[in-house]
C-alpha cells in the first residue's frame, strides 16, 4: 500500500495541509497512493493555525475510519497518524499528526547551552545569532528566524518520530514537502529534512527507499504581509529579502529532489503581526489551496513521468486572468477540472446539511433514523463539526477564502438558493424546471437510498449526498 | 356486493324512516360505498403515485400533507352521502346524517389501510404516514 508522506513544516505548512483537507473531504482524487500520512512540524505548539489543522485532520481521520476504502466519494483517501500506519513496539511515538518537540520551553540561548560553550564557540554563536534570536523562547517557534530553525531542527533526525518514519518506509512510498521560504520553520526545515533524508550515510533504516523515492516539494515565497509595528520581530519589508537568500540557497542544496513548485502572490491587505501562539491564525488564502493542488498535482504524475527528466522538475501557476477575486472561470482548464465539482459538491453537501437534513422527514432521512443519529451517534457530530466548526469547518474555510486578498470567491456564500451558489454560473430554471431546488434535493436522495444498499446509516447517508450532489452538478450545473 | 355494503352500513341499525329501507339497500349503500372506495383509491393513487413518484413532488409527502388528503376524502364521503340521499328523493331524516358521518369514518379507515398498500409504490412518501 503506497503512502504519502507530507511534511507541514511552519505555520504554512499547517495552512496548506487544512487546504489539502478540504480537497480530499470533497473527494478530489490524489492517484498513486492509499494513504496520506501528515506529520506537521512546527515547534510553536499553540499556534492557532496548527491547531486547528490537527482539529480537522482528526475530526477527517474519524470519519474515514468509519466510512472505510472506497472508489470515490467525499472522505475517501485515508489520511493517518505517523503511528497509526504501524505497530509501534516502543511506544515513543505520540498518536498524533504533530511532530513532538518534547516541549521546548527555553530559550535559544539555553538551548545552545551558551553558558558552557568556550570562548571561541561564544564568539561564532554571537557571529551568527543576534541577541534577540538567542533570547528569543522557542516555544513560539522560530518567529521568521532560519539561522535558529536550521540548529533546533536539525536534531529532528535523530527523534524517535524520524525512526519509526524510516522504518516503515516503503519501496512505492512517495515525500512531499511544504513550506514557506520567508518565514522561519519552513525556510530552514525543508531543505535540513531533504538534506538528512537523502543523505547517502544517514543512520536511518531503508535509506535506500528514502533516497530513490519520489520527492516533491511547495515552496511558498511571499504572499502577505504584515503590519508594521515598533518592536515586531518579523518585518515584512525583509520576506523578500529572506526569500532571495533562501533561493541562493535552495539552488544548490536540494539534493534527491523530483519536483519543486513555486507559489507566489503580491500581498494586499496585511495580517496581524503575530510571530506565533494562539494569536496567529491568519485567514485561508488561495495560496495555500494552490500549494494543496501542487500535491494532487505531484502524485498524478508516475514515477517514469518524474525521472524522465534529468534534475527536478520545476513548477509555477498562473492564472487565467489576474483578478482580485478569483473565481471558477479565472482558473486554468486543468484545476478548474481538478476541483470545481468536487468543491461545488461540498459545498451543497455542507449547505443541505445545515439547511435542511435536520428537519428532513423524508422516506431517506427515516430509514437512516437520521434524526436520532444526528443527536446522538458521535460520528454524525464529527460530521457536523468537520462542516460547520466556526474554527475549523468546511463553511469557515470557504469563507475565509473569500474575505482574504486575494480572495478565492468561487460561490456566493450568502445566499440559501442552491441555483445561484456558483458565482457567474446559475443554473437555469424554467417553468418546468425550478433547477437544484430542495424538491430536487430531496427527491433525488429518496430515490437513491432506495438504490444504494449499504447496513451502516452513516456511511449510506455520505455514499447518498456525493451521488445526489454529483448527479445535481452533471445535470444542472454541466460546466463551471 | 349488496350483502356486504349492507354489513357495513346497517352497524348503526336500520335505515329510517323505514319505509325507505329498500332503497337505502339497493341504490343508496352500494352506492356510496363503492364511490367512498373509488374516491379513497384516487386520492391515494394522486398522493402516492402522481405527486410523490411520477411528478417528483418531494416536499409534499409529511405526515401533515397526508392527513389533508385524508381530510378531503372524509369530507368528500360526508358530501357524497347527501347527495346520493337527496339524488334518490327518499324522505328525510336525521339517520342520513348518521350515515354521512359513518361513511366519513369508513372513508378515513380505508384511506389508512389502503395507505400501507400503496405508500410501497411511492418514491417521497413511502414512509407516510410512518
Not at chain 1, 499547517?14 to 492509499?34: E, F, I, K, Y
Request: neutral net charge; aromatic residues 12%.
Amino acid at each position: 500500500m503506497a503512502k504519502l508522506f507530507l511534511f507541514g513544516i511552519g505555520g504554512t505548512g499547517s495552512r496548506v495541509v487544512r487546504s489539502l483537507t478540504m480537497l480530499l473531504a470533497a473527494g478530489v482524487d490524489l492517484p498513486n497512493c492509499q494513504q496520506v500520512v501528515p506529520i506537521i512540524i512546527d515547534p510553536d505548539a499553540q499556534n492557532a493555525d496548527m491547531n486547528r489543522t490537527v482539529q480537522l485532520l482528526q475530526t477527517y481521520q474519524q470519519i474515514h475510519k468509519r466510512l472505510g476504502p472506497r472508489e470515490e466519494g467525499f472522505f475517501k483517501t485515508d489520511i493517518s497518524t505517523l503511528s497509526s500506519i504501524s505497530q509501534d513496539v516502543n511506544g515513543s511515538v505520540k498518536d498524533t499528526f504533530v511532530f513532538d518537540f518534547g516541549g521546548i520551553n527555553r530559550s535559544f540561548r539555553d538551548y545552545l547551552g551558551y553558558n558552557n560553550l568556550p570562548v571561541e564557540s561564544k564568539a561564532l554563536v554571537e557571529a551568527l545569532f543576534t541577541q534577540d534570536n538567542l533570547e528569543s523562547p522557542l516555544t513560539i517557534g522560530f518567529r521568521g528566524s532560519p539561522n535558529v530553525g536550521s540548529v533546533v531542527l536539525n536534531r529532528i533526525v535523530e527523534s524517535p518520530e524520524m525512526r519509526f518514519f524510516a522504518d516503515n518506509f516503503q519501496q512505492d512510498d512517495r515525500v512531499f514537502f511544504i513550506s514557506s521560504i520567508f518565514g522561519g520553520t519552513g525556510a530552514s526545515g525543508f531543505p535540513l529534512l531533504l538534506k538528512n533524508l537523502k543523505d547517502p550515510n544517514t543512520r536511518l533504516s531503508n535509506s535506500r527507499y528514502l533516497r530513490d523515492a519520489l520527492t516533491g516539494a511547495v515552496t511558498v515565497m511571499p504572499y502577505f504581509a504584515l503590519q508594521s509595528e515598533d518592536n515586531q520581530v518579523i518585518d515584512s519589508n525583509n520576506f523578500l529579502t529572506k526569500t532571495k537568500a533562501a533561493l541562493g540557497y535552495y539552488e544548490n542544496h536540494l539534493p534527491g529532489l523530483d519536483a519543486l513548485y513555486y507559489l507566489a502572490d503580491t500581498p494586499d491587505t496585511p495580517y496581524d503581526n503575530q510571530p506565533g501562539g494562539t494569536g496567529q491564525r491568519n485567514k485561508a488564502h488561495i495560496i495555500e489551496l494552490l500549494a494543496a493542488l501542487s500535491i494532487v498535482d505531484f502524485m498524478s504524475y508516475s514515477a517514469g513521468d518524474i525521472r524522465s527528466n534529468n534534475g527536478p522538475l520545476f513548477h509555477e501557476f498562473g492564472l487565467e486572468t489576474d483578478t482580485p477575486d478569483v473565481q471558477f472561470q479565472h482558473l486554468p482548464t486543468e484545476t478548474k477540472e481538478q476541483v470545481a465539482q468536487n468543491l461545488t459538491q461540498l459545498l451543497y453537501f455542507s449547505r443541505y446539511h445545515k439547511q435542511h437534513m435536520g428537519s428532513d422527514e423524508a422516506p431517506y432521512a427515516k430509514n437512516l433514523n437520521l434524526q436520532y443519529a444526528q443527536k446522538n451517534e458521535p460520528i454524525f457530530r464529527q460530521l457536523e463539526q468537520f462542516l460547520h466548526s466556526p474554527d475549523f469547518g468546511v463553511d469557515a474555510w470557504l469563507t475565509e477564502l473569500s474575505q482574504n486578498r486575494r480572495s478565492f470567491r468561487p460561490f456566493n456564500l450568502t445566499t440559501d438558493d442552491f441555483n445561484l451558489m456558483i458565482q457567474g454560473k446559475p443554473v437555469e430554471t424554467g417553468f418546468f424546471s425550478k433547477g437544484i431546488s430542495r424538491n430536487y434535493l430531496l427527491d433525488a436522495l429518496n430515490t437513491r437510498e432506495k438504490k444504494v444498499q449499504d447496513a451502516d446509516n452513516f456511511r449510506k447517508l455520505i455514499t447518498l449526498m456525493y451521488d445526489v450532489t454529483d448527479e445535481a452538478f452533471r445535470d444542472k450545473v454541466k460546466v463551471v | 356486493m349488496k350483502g356486504f355494503f349492507r354489513a357495513l352500513y346497517e352497524v348503526i341499525g336500520s335505515p329510517q324512516p323505514s319505509s325507505e329501507v329498500p332503497v337505502y339497500r339497493e341504490v343508496i349503500f352500494p352506492n356510496i360505498g363503492l364511490l367512498n372506495i373509488g374516491i379513497t383509491l384516487a386520492l391515494l393513487v394522486l398522493f402516492y403515485l402522481v405527486i410523490n413518484r411520477w411528478m417528483r413532488v418531494a416536499t409534499f409527502s409529511r405526515p401533515s400533507h397526508w392527513s389533508i388528503m385524508l381530510l378531503v376524502n372524509v369530507i368528500i364521503a360526508f358530501i357524497i352521502v347527501i347527495a346520493q340521499v337527496k339524488g334518490q328523493n327518499v324522505v328525510e331524516h336525521s339517520y342520513m346524517y348518521w350515515l354521512a358521518l359513518l361513511n366519513a369514518i369508513y372513508a378515513a379507515l380505508f384511506f389508512f389501510l389502503f395507505s400501507l398498500v400503496f405508500r410501497k409504490l411511492s418514491v417521497n412518501a413511502s414512509t407516510t404516514p410512518f
